[in-house]
């Protein structure tokens, strides 16, 4: 069983950063792809980013590809997101996933876990 809890939302201008971390409970941290998806209200989840078991290997939207940043401590158990150059529609809620790999991150039904969300509002 892993937990996932995310931190770091708030509210920026555009233009601006923010780094959302998750921090996740459980030994079997390291044997999972941690990613990060997002939603707004109306709208379906959608997949922003994912970083393999080991760390090595990234995966990004195309609307966040330059801007975004995803890494995995697996000593410390976390995953951050470090998001820069933000724009008004990254606005949403942010949400830390856990699925067996990179693949499954991106598949329907193959997230494992889910954090709560944390909510981000790029101002314009």
């Known amino acids: 069983q892993v937990q996932l809890v995310e931190s770091g939302g708030g509210l920026v201008q555009t233009g601006g950063s923010l780094r959302l971390s998750c921090a996740a409970s459980g030994r079997t941290f390291s044997s999972y792809a941690m990613g990060w998806f997002r939603q707004v209200p109306g709208k379906e989840r959608e997949f922003v980013a994912v970083?393999?078991?080991?760390?090595?290997?990234?995966t990004y939207a195309d609307s966040v590809k330059g801007r975004f940043t995803i890494s995995k401590d697996n000593a410390k158990n976390t995953v951050n997101l470090q998001m820069n150059s933000l724009k008004p529609e990254d606005t949403a809620v942010y949400y830390c996933?856990?699925?067996?790999?990179?693949?499954?991150?991106?598949?329907?039904?193959?997230?494992?876990?889910w954090g709560k969300g944390t909510l981000v509002t790029v101002s314009s």
């Open positions: 996933a856990a699925a067996a790999s990179i693949a499954t991150m991106q598949r329907s039904g193959g997230i494992n876990y």
């Open positions: 970083i393999s078991r080991t760390g090595i290997s990234t």
